[in-house]
């Protein structure tokens, strides 16, 4: 079965990076768009970033030239690089397949001094 797996979250600094990795399996990776989406504390979840099967990617407008999507299709992976982060990207932050609503378990990412 389709299965997301998300590692990389933790403690980072105002203005510091951290890197998300989603690896997937279950199905024919290469050929499916991917994405991040994250849920803070009260707030509903919202998307983050995504990558289709032709690299083409797109961004929240929150993040734009701060995180960077990237897929390697032959590790199954997709990652998130987060650069100057703020206290405001604290959330949970889920790996998601968007065809068929697939879901991982989300990694904590929090931005505190």
């Known amino acids: 079965q389709v299965q997301l797996m998300e590692t990389g979250g933790g403690l980072a600094q105002p203005g510091g990076s951290l890197r998300l990795s989603c690896v997937a399996s279950?199905?024919?990776?290469?050929?499916?768009?991917m994405g991040w989406h994250r849920q803070a504390p009260g707030k509903p979840r919202e998307p983050v970033a995504t990558i289709f099967m032709n690299g083409r990617t797109t961004y929240a407008d929150s993040v734009k030239g701060r995180f960077t999507i990237s897929r390697d299709d032959a590790k199954n992976t997709v990652y998130l690089q987060m650069n100057s982060l703020k206290t405001e990207d604290t959330a949970v932050y889920y790996c998601?397949?968007?065809?068929?609503?697939?879901w991982g378990q989300g990694t904590q990412v929090t931005v505190s001094s």
């Open positions: 279950g199905f024919p990776f290469s050929i499916y768009g």
């Open positions: 998601h397949r968007p065809n068929g609503a697939y």
